[in-house]
């Protein structure tokens, strides 16, 4: 069974976090065109921030199955809007994946950005050559926006916007 907990820039949690990067280098090399930095990439995901945030709006968070860290999930509150937090990643280990765990990962994510009252949106963008993202993000809801990102450095392709409306809680 899944769960979930914020993160903390500890020396544990960054090398559980290390392991998780280091462990699905095909993202990195799909989305970015290298292999995973274990420092450079676990700094970004403890303290890389969009533009005008700060770290009391960046919410680190893991997906454990026993003790046994498995996924990781960087969601920003407040980007690009107040009403809107980013998730800038949402990554499993290779042998994690296609078992539901995205699925449930996503779930929690959104349960616990409802708590945020302020918050009735979710933004992902996805790089299009990531096809199985894309269509992950699809299935859960999110509709692509129709802002697209030009390739920059570091990305492989361009970056597809997507966003999903929170349904209050109840509904």
């Known amino acids: ?3 979930m907990r914020r993160l903390n820039n500890s020396a544990l949690d960054r090398l559980a976090v290390e392991t998780v990067i280091l462990a699905a280098s095909d993202y990195s090399l799909l989305v970015v065109g ?4 274990a420092a450079e990439d676990v700094d970004d995901f403890f303290l890389g921030l969009p533009p005008g945030r700060s770290l009391e709006d960046k919410h680190p968070l893991g997906f454990f199955v026993g003790e046994r ?3 990781v999930a960087d969601v920003v509150r407040g980007w690009n809007s107040p009403n809107k937090a980013i998730i800038g990643l949402l990554l499993f280990v290779p042998e994690s994946r296609s078992a539901g765990n995205g ?3 996503c779930s929690m994510i959104e349960q616990y950005v409802r708590e945020w009252h302020c918050v009735d949106t979710i933004r992902i963008a996805v790089v299009d050559c990531n096809t199985r993202a894309l269509s992950f993000w699809h299935r859960n809801g999110f509709v692509e926006t129709g ?3 030009s390739k920059e450095f570091p990305y492989t392709g361009d970056r597809v916007v997507l966003e999903k ?3 209050p809680v109840g509904e």
Do not use: C, Q, Y
């Not at 290298?34 to 930095?37: H, L, V």
């Open 165 to 167: 409306l929170l349904k």
């Open 34 to 37: 290298r292999m995973p930095s």
């Open 1 to 3: 069974m899944l769960r």
């Open 103 to 105: 699925r449930d990962a």
């Open 69 to 71: 860290l498995v996924g």
């Open 147 to 149: 802002e697209r990102r």
